[in-house]
């Protein structure tokens, strides 16, 4: 499959791209300069071809993908493993926290945390608390991040007291990445409980970044 996949990007490269879509991402990953229209195509012929990877073969394969520079292949790599994630046991978690804190930002850990562990929790909530009680005191920002996104597509099953403890315990930090995920958090959540985030935002000295998220598609009075 890697071996297909390689010779289809080298096809593909385009070097002006490439430049573009480096400086959007400061410089800190490289990229063969494929478009993510065209990198779909180029990944649903892989697949047509070599079929997806067991659930077993998954963990290796995404970590030689990670060890490739360009960031394509991380990008292929994560929607491989979307179409694998449902099958996968428990112990994906141990593979998706690795991933988190390799090569971070937040193109990559914005699909790991919710797509990825978000799904495997709902299958194995009894883990939740195991690994994101971690996260969220972790001195690894993406870490942290990790816990406070996880639950972003959970609407109704959102556990609301864990959500707003963990924004409580981020609120102070100054890392923009921290402060706009909070604001993400809260905002994905209130189009479920809508009051419940006005009144934590009410009550809690959230970033003015955290804040303006959390609440833009509300009214706030207080």
């Not at 002006?16 to 012929?45: D, T, V």
């Not at 179409?83 to 991933?99: F, N, Q």
């Not at 604001?183 to 009410?202: E, H, I, K, N, S």
Request: aromatic share 12%; charged share 25%.
């Amino acid at each position: 499959m890697l071996d297909t996949l390689e010779a289809l990007f080298e096809l593909a490269q385009d070097d002006q791209n490439a430049l573009q879509m480096s400086r959007y991402m400061r410089n800190l990953h490289s990229f063969y300069g494929i478009k993510a229209p065209e990198r779909g195509e180029i990944l649903k012929k892989v697949i047509a071809e070599h079929g997806l990877p067991t659930p077993a073969d998954l963990p290796a394969l995404l970590q030689n993908m990670w060890d490739k520079p360009q960031r394509e292949w991380h990008y292929c790599g994560l929607e491989i493993a979307d179409k694998v994630i449902k099958k996968c046991p428990v112990e994906a978690l141990d593979w998706i926290e690795s991933l988190i804190i390799q090569k971070s930002w937040w193109d990559t850990v914005d699909v790991l945390a919710p797509r990825l562990a978000g799904k495997v929790f709902l299958r194995f909530p009894e883990k939740i608390d195991t690994y994101t009680a971690r996260w969220i005191t972790s001195d690894n920002f993406w870490l942290q991040r990790s816990a406070l996104i996880f639950q972003l597509s959970y609407k109704t099953k959102t556990d609301q007291a864990r959500l707003f403890a963990y924004c409580e315990l981020c609120k102070d930090s100054k890392e923009f990445f921290i402060q706009k995920a909070i604001g993400w958090a809260l905002r994905q959540y209130a189009r479920t409980a809508p009051q419940p985030v006005r009144d934590f935002v009410a009550l809690t000295p959230l970033a003015s970044l955290s804040k303006r998220e959390a609440m833009k598609h509300l009214t706030f009075n207080i």
